[in-house]
């Protein structure tokens, strides 16, 4: 597709600006009503999904240029795709998530992109994964992405053949403040008695850098890593990263991929519901769940679609054959609440703004690698509403929010933890936090502990019988 | 005199550098409208551009902005949420400063014991109503749906609604009000005024509600409406807002007060006594004809495919030709959703036998398929919060309402063959979307209690689409024609086709309405109160006398 594609959205947007909110029926409060990062930080109508319709029309039209402001405008954006449910709560016709992705591939391809991204593009081209750029984000570039399996004994796909495949992605492979969730991951899966792998360190999905509006590199990235998955004769990969889950289930499969992607929550969901996997100890926590935003609304499978644009009864629009609608329906949200409430002693409570109405954790789209300040006040946005709930604590299935989460609750230059918005610097360093849901199983918050940041697999972990026991 | 680079610096000074651009592109997002291609040249998407968008955060910001504005001769529209041609720019010969008052969202007060709330342009009618909700409270959300903002459709628009019914219209709801005028005053009416608090409109203090509003709403030509009072209502049952289900088709469980149903009547003549009964019988909450915006021959089909997410538009064709919904589709051919709420399961128990009465009495019936639980919670769920009027433009993106002339149910129903043949024949060639000549829709009564009504046609057209486009246009042309030929005023199109027009035309027509008394009154007031004409001609006058 190209941008041109993408005109009769604009041109059939209304204006409405439902994009701006969540869904209108899901409203329940003044507080939580709005549903766009992107417009609330910068306001003007263009910051929304509509108003980028527009931005760019009026570019294809001649009516305006591509000025900084535009540039600024096509990336401060989270892509996170709540615009795209809200408006296909009423339009059948409407793709604004990727008209957007769209509107940078093209503005990438005139090397007209934000000021940070050249150092951030060179550094992934570099390095091959996103973590690790010095100005944006912790982990350390220069350890051995399999650190976290140290000890364990777990094939290497690189050299031997498996049908299963464990990918933890960039974040949990290099960014040591996470906690152990890739080593619980693979010792889960090895006790179920599947067939598993690692591909080794330094192996990004590409989905970053497809957001960030650089196609060719993904393209580079997905090509290496299928013909790899290929070559170990992978059947299943079983990421722990929304992105990741994201990347491979959509865009790949886009690109003829037929591997079947599991999240891990789905994989657990699954072990416990076949019996294969039981918890036994307590997690006296209450939390509040986290969708991340790419397994949650944009976690839905791929369905093949070449078709064209037909009319029925006169005018109606609709597509030959019909056009696979993704409008957040059939995404990634109960698996992992199942697998809560399976933890026994442990009270799951919402947020109002979750499934597919959930506020982004500010990490994606390029805005955390770019754009700090903007993705600091997203994040701590978040972190504020899962507080409202009461919860002890939030729980995400994705290493991005739970990064963006733990930094906000750091707060700038160590900040006083408050998560409230504040102009953000992130120091670079590596971090584990107090709270993060690191300690031994059945060691739990103390009723005074701040307020604290947890994979769903920290807690899986916590409530797995204990080693020996 | 006009818009300059040191006036931007201005305008930078008042509300900061991050709060105004003039960049082409952002100004285009506030100059692309819906309807804009029906009455703009060559059918374009944009009203005129304005010179620079700001975002004033205070009523202060807005004062000092408008009186810039005053000394250069700047126009200023201000956009709430900003949903129609009517929130731009209107001309193309004056520079315009367009005020999104995105910033000023708050509830600055909710009194219960009062029921009257205080708000801000930029609060939606789904956050205050949420709120409201909390309480034991409602708020008349206006036909346009839950996306815009109360004190917009309170202080500059019509105001009505489904709800109306119940709670009364927002031009009616409306109390206490602070109006930046055109020429950078604040005025604070009624109660307000007087420094007894927010809870009149008409006194002790100025009453001034005619005057700022004008006949429809000023739609953003005269000043700027920044804080404003409305009134709230009681809202029986459940003050939890449990909503369910997969999008788009989110329910409401039927609280146990409540009862929802879609009814249907064999013939106009019976549709008009049932809607006299029920106003004269006292029942009912909110009082709609919604459905069949989709239009008869097709408004089953669509809704049972909207409440299957699996499925998608294209699957009304075959759904629509299912000899089931066949059947469904002639059972609720001339039918319309009625919302009853009780005080106590008494009173709901009685409105349920009064209605029963009153179906026997017309020869109606209810829509059992559309009252079984999940269409029953989805029309629960649409009509109390009327958060899908999007959906006004599902067909393609294109939709103007035409007809709506306001009356007694009566004289309604006598120009819904009228509005249904015209429908039938514009669409002939397909340039429209054919679903059935009658598409009309709207309020069980514009006024609380009952007594008038109204019904717009849904005419869709594809907005990518300039012949269909064109089409449109020749539709609302038509209607005036054919309503003309019936002895009747234009009706809604006859608003937006105003747009099109030039200063004279519009003078012209307006001088030749039926009571142009008002509009010369107008005239009066907008020379008092606009002297450097900076608000635009959606505020209706005659032309400057001389
Ligand atoms: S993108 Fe969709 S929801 Fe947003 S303004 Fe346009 S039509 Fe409305
Ligand atoms: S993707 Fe998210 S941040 Fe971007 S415009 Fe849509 S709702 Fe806003």
């Given amino acids: ?192 008695g599947l067939d598993v792998g690692v591909l080794g360190a330094g192996r990004c999905c590409g989905g970053r850098v497809y957001h960030m509006g650089y196609r060719d590199d993904f393209t580079t990235a997905a090509e290496a890593t299928l013909a790899a998955w290929e070559a170990a004769g992978v059947k299943t990969v079983v990421t722990l990263c929304a992105d990741c889950y994201h990347t ?85 949200y109960d698996a992992p609440r199942d697998v809560l409430r399976a933890i026994p002693g442990l009270e799951l409570v ?19 690698e770019a754009f700090p300040e903007f993705n600091a006040w997203t994040a701590a946005e978040r972190v504020e509403e899962a507080r409202s709930t009461g919860a002890d604590a939030v729980v995400s299935a994705c290493p991005w929010c739970e990064r963006n989460f733990l930094d906000a609750l750091r707060g700038p230059r160590g900040g006083d933890g408050t998560g409230v918005a504040a102009p953000f610097q992130d120091s670079g360093v590596a971090a584990a936090p107090a709270g993060r849901g690191v300690a031994a199983p059945g060691v739990t918050a103390a009723a005074d502990a701040p307020f604290q940041v947890f994979d769903v697999l920290d807690l899986v972990r916590q409530a797995l019988p204990r080693k020996g026991a | 005199m006009g818009f300059t680079p040191e006036v931007y610096k201005l305008f930078e000074d008042i509300v900061g550098p991050e709060n105004v651009s003039d960049d082409p592109a952002v100004l285009d997002s506030y100059a692309f409208e819906v309807l804009a291609d029906l009455v703009r040249p060559e059918q374009s998407h944009y009203m005129p551009r304005p010179v620079a968008v700001a975002l004033p955060g205070t009523t202060e910001e807005v ?163 920044t804080k404003c009072a409305i009134k709230l209502c009681h809202r029986p049952g459940t003050t939890e807002w449990n909503v369910h289900g997969t999008t788009p088709a989110y329910r409401l469980p039927v609280d146990d007060l409540f009862r929802v149903y879609t009814l249907a009547v064999p013939s106009w003549d019976a549709w008009a006594d049932l809607y006299y009964k029920i106003y004269d019988n006292e029942i009912g909450y909110i009082f709609h004809r919604q459905f069949n915006l989709a239009g008869a021959n097709l408004a089953p089909a669509f809704w049972l495919m909207y409440n299957d997410h699996t499925k998608t538009l294209g699957d009304v064709e075959w759904m629509a030709q299912d000899p089931a919904v066949k059947e469904l589709t002639e059972e609720m051919r001339i039918s319309f959703q009625f919302i009853m709420a009780g005080r106590s399961t008494g009173d709901i128990e009685l409105q ?85 000549g009658d598409a009309m829709m709207g309020s069980g009564s514009g006024f609380p209690g009952g007594g008038v009504t109204g019904l717009e046609q849904f005419v869709s057209y594809d907005a990518n689409d300039l012949e269909s486009t064109r089409a449109a246009v020749r539709h609302m042309e038509d209607a005036v024609k054919d309503a003309a030929s019936h002895g009747l005023p234009p009706g809604k199109e006859g608003l937006y086709l105003e747009l099109s027009k030039t200063d004279e035309q519009v003078h012209a027509e307006l001088a030749a309405a039926n009571q142009p008394a008002i509009f010369r009154f107008q005239r009066k007031i907008k020379d008092a109160i606009d002297p450097n004409d900076i608000g635009d001609r959606l505020y209706a006058t005659l032309p400057p006398e001389g």
């Fill in chain 1, 350 to 368: 919402e947020m109002e703004r979750s499934r597919e109405a959930a506020w982004c954790c500010g990490a994606g789209g390029g805005v955390r």
């Fill in chain 2, 352 to 436: 349920d036998r009064v209605l029963d009465a009153l179906l026997q009495q017309v020869g109606g019936w209810k829509v059992e398929r559309f009252c079984e639980d999940d269409m029953a919670e989805f029309t629960n769920m649409y009509l109390q919060r009327l958060g899908h009027k999007h959906i006004n433009y599902v067909w393609a993106g294109g939709y103007v309402g035409t007809w709506m002339q306001i009356g007694t149910p009566d004289w309604v129903k006598n120009y819904i063959p009228i509005a249904s043949a015209g429908l039938e024949r514009d669409a002939a060639d397909g340039l429209l979307v054919q679903c059935g």
């Fill in chain 1, 1 to 192: 597709m190209a941008l041109i594609d993408y005109r009769p959205d604009a041109m059939r947007c209304t204006r409405c600006s439902y994009c701006k909110w969540v869904p209108l029926d899901l409203v329940k409060s003044w507080r939580y009503a709005k549903g766009c990062p992107s417009v609330e930080h910068g306001r003007f109508h263009s910051y929304s999904g509509g108003g980028r319709l527009i931005t760019y029309l009026s570019l294809l039209d001649g009516r305006s240029e591509v000025t900084d402001r535009v540039v600024d405008i096509a990336f401060k954006c989270q892509l996170c795709g709540n615009c795209d449910v809200t408006c296909k709560v009423c339009r059948y016709d409407m793709e604004p998530l990727a008209a957007q992705h769209e509107f940078r591939f093209w503005l990438v391809e005139q090397g007209r992109v934000p000021t940070r991204y050249e150092s951030i593009i060179d550094g992934y081209r570099r390095r091959g994964t996103m973590v690790g750029d010095p100005n944006t984000l912790v982990g350390d570039p220069q350890s051995d992405g399999l650190r976290w399996a140290r000890d364990l004994r777990v094939k290497d796909l690189n050299t031997d053949r498996g049908e299963v495949l464990l990918h933890p992605g960039c974040r949990f492979s290099y960014d040591g403040g996470l906690g152990p969730v890739a080593r619980t991951s693979l010792e889960i899966l090895q006790e179920a």
């Fill in chain 2, 63 to 225: 004062q000092a902005l408008v009186r810039v504005c005053n000394v250069h001769r700047i126009k200023v529209k201000p956009l709430s949420t900003g949903w129609y041609h009517f929130a731009a720019p209107q001309s193309d010969e004056h520079d315009t400063l367009q005020l999104d008052m995105r910033r000023m969202d708050r509830i600055l007060e909710i009194d219960e014991t009062n029921m009257v709330a205080v708000i801000e342009p930029y609060v939606i009618a789904a956050q205050l109503q949420a709120e409201v909700m909390k309480l034991g409270l409602n708020i008349n959300v206006t036909g346009a749906g839950a996306s815009c903002s109360i004190l917009a459709s309170a202080c500059a628009y019509a105001g009505q609604g489904p709800m109306a019914y119940w709670m009364g219209g927002n031009a009616e709801n409306l109390l206490a009000l602070e109006w930046v005028t055109p020429t950078g005053d604040v005025v604070r009416t009624g109660s307000l005024g007087s420094g007894a608090g927010w809870f009149a409109a008409e006194g002790p203090g100025p009453s001034v509600r005619g005057v700022c509003r004008g006949t429809f709403g000023s739609r953003g030509g005269m000043g700027v409406y």
């Fill in chain 1, 248 to 332: 491979f289930k959509r865009l790949y499969a886009e690109r003829g991929s037929s591997v079947e992607v599991v999240h891990m929550v789905e994989m657990v969901a699954r072990l416990l519901a076949e019996g294969r996997l039981e918890f036994t100890e307590e997690v006296p926590l209450t939390v509040t769940y986290h969708d991340p935003c790419h397994l949650g609304r944009q976690g839905e499978p791929y369905v093949p679609w070449d078709g064209v644009e037909k009319k029925i009864f006169g005018q109606a629009v609709v597509y030959d054959p019909p056009r696979p609608r993704y409008n957040g329906a059939q995404g990634i």
